[in-house]
């Protein structure tokens, strides 16, 4: 295991050294002589000569020219010195500190001039510092210009600091204004410090463009790229979870690749897919592609003002991704990684190979079975050691391990000039599985270019290239059998052959020796975008972005020899080893055309903005399958037999074509105006229904604005707001509107001659159209004391025209058509809270965030209900119902038994579960139901849950103390209902185990149990039902960060810029009333679920 760790670690080192110098030729090679100049490396070898010499030599072999006073030069001739390809500031850093010297740097010019130092004699300086208010500043920083000489203000404000005569002051203050305060000959100040009102100029990232925060009128929220890097996730989605408002992220799997989160902003407004749109750089792309490293900043739009620009792909909110840009400096290296090792947070545990006996003997007993096992057998079983004859195998213990490993990589350059500025970055993750041969590796490469081709002319071309490759044994992932094996089989023989496991399915063998899969992904896009501004105000710009995605599955199944324990083979004729390959590739072309204007006038502003946009897809899919290989190790489709192929193959297609326009508008930032509107026109529409109008519009009042409120000084900005707007999803499957016709209805004539045919299966309907989404929103922004922010919303979604399938004559043998007939409401609000503070050297910041939605079917177009096993769509309920047998307890004697209804046809006892009989039989006629039938059936079924979750949270905290900071992250949810069934809680469930939970099982002496009586293959307690149901609430400490800034005195000895090194925790506790062993965030299903991981990271970042 080491060793392949290390293995990998230098793979992944040396990818990262020739990505670092192809990126380097690179950016020599298009870069003008500027740029070439501000990173100026040099080779010079010389003896005893002088610093005038040393620079004149330096000169000759570069384009940097020095300034200096030459009697202020050391003429000894003591320097010696021999560098190859060296910057010459790192030269510099070296020579100069030892004669006395510094320099400054601007363009290609170097300016060396004495050290400034302060010969002067020490004075005190003493001095109050106060608001504007007059009120003190409690631990304002006082700080003498250049050193680490300093102070902090008393709970009066007051300082005094000893400082060379002449020296200037620095005085800064979380939420104010930094000043700098020349002392001159004065020993006491009096020094007013004015509020920092730049985070009223903060920008956030909107639809096609930024605007000014303050004069937001829709929902935004902005997360900075500094708040993702607090939580080191492998998948992008994650590091959003508890981070906002009217955002829910739920992860319901722990596996390598698959362990993304499913992300829905304000509810769930469809019966399709509710998944919001991503855009990356303006490009959908998918979230967990993007390296968090890489990215800038995220904007949400959450309401229909924000996200109306974006019209039919908005219906489900959107998400704004901007990655990093270079900076215009010289060129800087940023490394950054973590390794850190991942263990399951909690798992279900099965009872002991005896306790398994035992408990499925009293099953079998309680329903008048044969006991499978004999007394005596089980009394020897307990006295032998485990062997063939008294297998033990813990399923858990010997198919997973205990940790496993996981590592980031992320190294970055970016600098450049006026000219051109270039930013390149590279990742590499690699994690490791619990489970056998699990693993996924994933590699992004990113090169994004700003160029200036004149001051009104300028171009963006940015390269972005990702591929992965999820490794997994092809038998799958053991939950199913982990959840079900009794610990009495025999997965490996005494002589080292694999056992028969449970009737010959032994997935420890399949999961070591049975073939893998692999499924590779590569996806690459160019964004190309050019900029021009012809006059002040107006600027036009065209970006064209394709984008290309490949995807390479290969599943090769090998075959695995099963023993008994006397030797011989359990499968004679095993099958032979099988493979499925497919191939895909997606291919999107993406073409904007942008206007935009602003002016300015008195105290009007005025922003325009129009655009032109087009997407269209094309996909291609091909599927192959052989079997009967002969040679197991080569996996090629042409070593299979023919003799049962398959191939496959489809393709698809489809456009959107669209103009949007924006309008803002806004008196002296007070009084603020937004309207929005985009017509798409999409191919998967019928002719004459193709476009659709989608519009917002919205206002705001900046109440803090107002001269009533100037004296109210605390208060920094008061805005309140609403808007409505009409949104669309187009995201429907493609050209719903024909007829489908499937080949292969052969027809025989005269029974003998079988002529090849199709035959129309799904109905058309030629009227189908967008669902459409309206959506009305309020809400207030406030910012007091400099310090504390609030948001608060209130918003109403109604989304009509979902697609459903209504019932048609039976007669007609065609699947009925999609129709636009379905209706859903979204109620909700969000609250967010922050505040950040400093005493002293302390500084924090809080933020609480807290949503909640209410969903509801208000119409299913007279139809339905419609019913999905454990959950039905039903008007007047949420979408997320969980519909069952409302349960009443146990039965705790026979009485009960005789007094109740009919259960099934089952014969009841003591410790079943007791279902209530619902009134269902209108006895007169009027409507109501006011009476039971006296039998329990599948019409007693009832709504008896809601498994969205309500009360969704976050609590985030950040504090730096000096070099030493500290952050983490509270996550959960207040009220959500989970449904776990089958293997996942039914004891012995389709002949499988039990659980040790299952311990506390109804008998005479155990009548308050948290399980009924044992049973096997007994249908009444196995009834979906309300029994079952558990609260999946849960508070998470999602995350925990402790770092150390190491000090620049001890950075820069060895040529860094900076250093810093963390600890960092994942999923470190879970409070939850949910089922042991499973997590609250997987609430529904099976129990079959890979678990959730508790992650411990040591990471570093570094730049130099």
């Known amino acids: 295991m080491y060793y392949q760790i290390i293995q990998r670690s230098l793979v992944c080192k040396d990818t990262i050294f020739r990505f670092i110098q192809l990126l380097l030729i690179s950016i020599f090679l298009v870069c003008p002589t500027e740029i070439y100049a501000q990173n100026s490396q040099i080779s010079i070898s010389v003896k005893n000569v002088s610093l005038k010499e040393l620079l004149t030599s330096i000169e000759k072999q570069s384009d940097v020219r020095f300034s200096y006073i030459e009697k202020n030069l050391d003429h000894k001739k003591d320097i010696t010195i021999n560098i190859q390809d060296e910057p010459v500031e790192r030269l510099l850093d070296r020579i100069l500190p030892g004669k006395g010297m510094e320099y400054t740097r601007t363009g290609n010019t170097i300016a060396i001039k004495l050290i400034q130092t302060q010969k002067d004699k020490l004075k005190k300086v003493s001095g109050t510092i106060t608001d504007n208010r007059g009120e003190p500043i409690i631990g304002a920083n006082v700080v003498q210009k250049g050193t ?198 909690s798992m279900p545990q099965n009872v002991s190979g005896y306790d398994h006996m035992v408990m499925i003997n009293e099953a079998n007993r309680n329903v008048g079975k044969v006991e499978p096992f004999t007394q005596e057998y089980i009394d020897e079983y307990r006295k032998n050691s485990p062997s063939d004859l008294y297998p033990e195998t813990d399923w858990r ?56 081709l004149h001051k009104r002319l300028s171009a963006n071309f940015d390269i972005y290239f990702m ?62 975008k ?56 997606n291919v999107t072309n993406n073409l904007k055309a942008l206007v935009t204007y602003d002016k300015s006038f008195n105290a009007h502003n005025l922003s325009l903005l129009a655009g032109f946009e087009q997407i269209d897809f094309r996909g291609d ?57 985009r017509y798409d026109g999409s191919s998967r529409f019928a002719p004459g229904l193709k476009y659709g109008v989608f519009p917002s519009f919205s206002a705001g009042w900046r109440i803090s604005e107002e001269s009533f409120m100037k004296d109210i000084e605390w208060v920094n900005n008061l805005k309140i707001r609403a808007s409505w707007g009409k949104l669309g999803n187009q995201d429907i499957g493609n050209y719903p509107f024909v007829s489908s016709v499937s080949l292969g209805m052969d027809y025989v004539f005269n029974g003998a001659v079988s002529a090849p045919g199709g035959a129309v299966t799904d109905a ?101 209900p419609y019913i999905y096993d454990r959950t039905i769509h039903k008007e007047g309920y949420p979408i997320t119902s969980l519909y069952g047998l409302e349960a009443e307890g146990l039965f705790q004697n026979a009485d009960e038994i005789k007094d109740h209804a009919s259960q099934f046809g089952t014969i009841l006892a003591p410790g079943d579960i007791k279902y209530k009989d619902q009134l269902t039989i209108d006895s007169d006629g009027d409507g109501i139901m006011d009476k039971a039938d006296g039998i329990i059936n599948a019409d007693d079924r009832v709504i008896m849950g809601d498994y969205m979750p309500h009360y969704t949270y976050g609590i985030d905290f950040y504090g730096k103390y000096k070099n030493v900071d500290l952050s983490f992250l509270l996550q959960g949810v207040g009220k959500a209902d989970g449904y776990i069934d089958q293997q996942g809680v039914l004891a012995f469930y389709m002949g499988g185990t039990a659980q040790e939970w299952h311990k506390d099982h109804w008998t005479e002496e155990n009548r308050n149990a948290s399980y009924p009586r044992l049973t096997f293959n007994y249908p009444n307690n196995e009834q979906v039902s309300s029994y079952w149901i558990r609260d999946a609430s849960y508070l998470r400490l999602k995350n925990l960060q402790v770092g150390y800034t190491v000090p620049n005195r001890f950075v820069k000895k060895v040529f860094l810029d900076y250093c810093r090194v963390f600890f960092s925790a994942q999923n470190l506790f879970t409070i939850t009333s949910f089922y042991d062993g499973f997590d609250p965030e997987a609430p529904i299903g099976r129990g079959d679920f890979y678990p959730m991981m508790k992650v411990y990271s040591f990471g570093l970042n570094v730049k130099f």
Request: charged residues 20%.
């Open 764 to 864: 058309a309907n030629p009227n189908i159209t967008w669902e459409s989404t309206a959506m009305t929103n309020i809400g207030f922004d406030a910012t007091l004391f400099s310090k504390l922010s609030v948001t608060a919303e209130y918003y109403v979604k109604n989304t009509s025209d979902i697609l459903l399938k209504l019932p048609i004559p039976g007669t007609s043998g065609l699947n009925p058509a999609y129709q636009n007939a379905g209706k859903v409401r979204n109620k909700g609000w969000d609250i967010t809270l922050r505040y950040n503070d400093r005493i002293g050297d302390f500084e924090y910041g809080i933020g609480v965030n807290l949503s909640d939605v209410h969903n509801e079917i208000t119409d299913l177009a007279e139809t339905g």
């Open 530 to 585: 050019v900029n021009y501004q012809p006059v002040d105000g107006l600027n036009l710009s065209f970006q064209y972005a394709p984008k290309w995605n490949f995807i390479h599955y290969k599943k090769f199944g090998k075959t695995v020899n099963l023993y008994y324990p006397s030797g011989d083979l359990y499968n004679p004729t095993p099958y032979r080893a099988n493979m499925t390959e497919k191939y895909s590739k």
């Open 621 to 677: 899919w091909l599927n192959g399958f052989r079997d009967q290989y002969l040679l197991e190790n080569y996996e090629v489709l042409n070593a299979g037999s023919p003799a049962n192929q398959a191939a496959t193959g489809s393709a698809s297609d489809w456009a959107l074509r669209s103009v949007f326009g924006r309008i803002n508008y806004n008196y002296n930032q007070k009084y603020l105006l937004e309207a929005n509107i």
């Open 397 to 452: 213990k010997v198919m997973l391990k205990e940790k496993a490993l996981q590592h980031n990589h992320h190294v970055s350059i970016n600098g450049g000039g006026e000219k051109v500025s270039i930013l390149g970055s590279l990742s590499y993750l690699n994690q490791d599985g619990i489970t056998i041969n699990t693993n996924y590796e994933r590699v992004n490469l990113r090169l994004n270019s700003d160029i200036n």
């Open 467 to 528: 591929t992965d490759n999820n490794a997994t044994p092809s038998a799958g992932m053991p939950w199913y059998f982990l959840n079900r094996y009794p610990n009495n089989l025999q997965g490996k023989n005494e002589d080292g052959s694999w056992g028969i496991g449970w009737d010959g399915t032994n997935t420890w063998a399949q999961e070591n020796d049975g073939g893998m899969t692999h499924e590779k992904n590569y996806s690459a896009n160019i964004n190309f």
């Open 148 to 345: 680490t000489n300093g102070i902090i203000t008393d709970v009066d404000g007051n300082f005094s600091l000893e400082i060379p005569e002449g020296t200037t002051l620095v005085i800064s203050y979380i939420g104010y204004l930094s000043q700098e305060i020349h002392t001159g000959n004065q020993s006491v100040l009096k020094i007013k410090m004015a509020e920092d009102t730049q985070n009223l100029e903060e920008v956030v990232v909107v639809g096609y463009g930024v605007q000014k925060k303050i004069n937001l009128t829709g929902s935004v929220e902005n997360i900075t790229g500094s708040d993702l890097a607090k939580k080191p996730v492998g998948q992008t989605s994650m590091a959003l979870q508890g981070m906002s408002s009217g955002v829910t992220v739920q992860q319901t799997s722990g596996q390598p690749g698959k362990d993304n989160g499913t992300i829905r902003i304000r509810g769930i407004g469809t019966l399709s897919s509710a998944n919001p749109l991503i855009l990356v750089d303006g490009i959908e792309s998918d979230i967990n592609s993007v390296d968090p490293s890489d990215i800038e900043s995220i904007s949400v739009l959450k309401d229909a003002a924000s996200a109306a620009i974006y019209g039919s792909r908005a219906a489900n909110g959107v998400i704004l991704i901007t990655t990093n840009r270079a900076e215009k400096s010289s060129f800087k290296v940023n490394y950054d990684n973590y390794i850190g090792w991942q263990s399951p947070t």
